[in-house]
Nanobody, 122 residues
Framework: VQLQASGGGLVEPGGSLRLSCTASELTLDYYSMGWFRQAPGKEREGVSCSSSSDGSTYYLDAVKGRFTISRDNARNTVYLQMNSLKPEDTAVYYC????????????????WGKGTLVTVSS
């Protein structure tokens, strides 16, 4: 299984970016997909998870209302639309599969993609 994340870059505060994660050697229909991030000097944290079974989604409180996870199973790709970006969103973003979030604890994540850097700065 390979996951390829892309779409990072430099954006001003208040701006938007859309990250993409394309999977190979798996059928996305059957896999939950998640996004994580790791800011400089901080631990990696789960940002969002999209279930394959019931369409449910999970968001980190800090990104609720600003980020949206979606998937295109035909393209084997999951997206993270990030709006109203803040400097504290600056991090390397990773995609991973599968993911389950229970009471804020993440499970799964057997496969990881290489990260894509998002920098929010004026």
């Amino acid at each position: 299984v390979q996951l390829q994340a892309s779409g990072g870059g430099l954006v001003e505060p208040g701006g938007s970016l859309r990250l993409s994660c394309t999977a190979s050697e798996l059928t996305l229909d059957y896999y939950s997909m998640g996004w994580f991030r790791q800011a400089p000097g901080k631990e990696r944290e789960g940002v969002s998870c999209s279930s394959s079974s019931d369409g449910s989604t999970y968001y980190l409180d800090a990104v609720k209302g600003r980020f949206t996870i979606s998937r295109d199973n035909a393209r084997n790709t999951v997206y993270l639309q990030m709006n109203s970006l803040k400097p504290e969103d600056t991090a390397v973003y990773y995609c991973a599969t599968p993911c389950t979030v229970l009471d804020g604890t993440w499970y799964g994540m057997d496969y990881w993609g290489k990260g894509t850097l998002v920098t929010v700065s004026s």
